[in-house]
T-cell receptor, first 116, second 113 residues
């Protein structure tokens, strides 16, 4: 069966420090991958999505970046964190097309980032 | 473009009350519709889905029917429990089109004993 792992679960970082959140998917190949942020208002904001290795699309301009060095690995990074980067970050994957699960997103457990 | 509109929360109910969370959508094609649930401190998980008009999705006592004529996908449960307290997201995804699903803003449900 497919699983998604996301870490770290919680982190507290000072303003200006770097960030790296990692997400890996197991049990499937060539998934679509997504990074979302959920601020205190609980709505979901799509940050990045990827349809293949090295292919990253950005939905919101900001000081964050994403990379997909391997088929099932998706990394969210920042060189210098801002206070406004605080939030709950969610990684998700979906199948590309076909099958009973087409269209469904499978989410990780989330990473709570607090920037002080 | 596509959009999903959910009723504003929080929705506060007593245990065993009837639940309805409204969801309407705008789409250019023939989307699949989803309800996701997010328990406190966790990621989202799929609650139910429907892929074509008049389909009814159901799971854990929750139901929603894909109504093309009213572009709606309202979530219902006949008798809520305290453990149903969570945030509920309605979402759509176009078939064969964009890789990006469209989510509503979420509706918080609080169930009191």
């Amino acid at each position: 069966s497919q699983t998604i792992h996301q870490w770290p679960a919680t982190l507290v970082q000072p303003v200006g420090s770097p960030l790296s959140l990692e997400c890996t998917v197991e049990g499937t190949s060539n998934p679509n991958l997504y990074w979302y942020r959920q601020a205190a208002g609980r709505g979901l904001q799509l940050l990045f999505y990827s349809v293949g290795i090295g292919q990253i699309s950005s939905e919101v301009p900001q000081n964050l970046s994403a990379s997909r060095p391997q088929d099932r690995q998706f990394i969210l990074s920042s060189k210098k964190l801002l206070l406004s980067d605080s939030g709950f970050y969610l990684c998700a994957w979906s199948v590309v097309a076909g099958g009973p699960n087409t269209g469904e997103l499978f989410f990780g457990e989330g990473s709570r980032l607090t920037v002080l | 473009g596509n959009s999903v509109t959910q009723m504003e929360g929080p929705v506060t109910l007593s245990e065993e009350a009837f639940l309805t969370i409204n969801c309407t959508y705008t789409a250019t094609g023939y989307p699949s519709l989803f309800w996701y649930v997010q328990y406190p401190g966790e990621g989202l998980q799929l609650l139910l889905k429907a892929t074509k008009a008049d389909d009814k999705g159901s799971n854990k006592g929750f139901e929603a029917t894909y109504r093309k004529e009213t572009t709606s996908f309202h979530l219902e449960k006949g008798s809520v429990q305290v453990s149903d307290s969570a945030v509920y997201f309605c979402a759509l995804r176009e078939s064969g089109g964009s890789y990006i699903p469209t989510f509503g803003r979420g509706t918080s449900l609080i169930v009191h004993p």
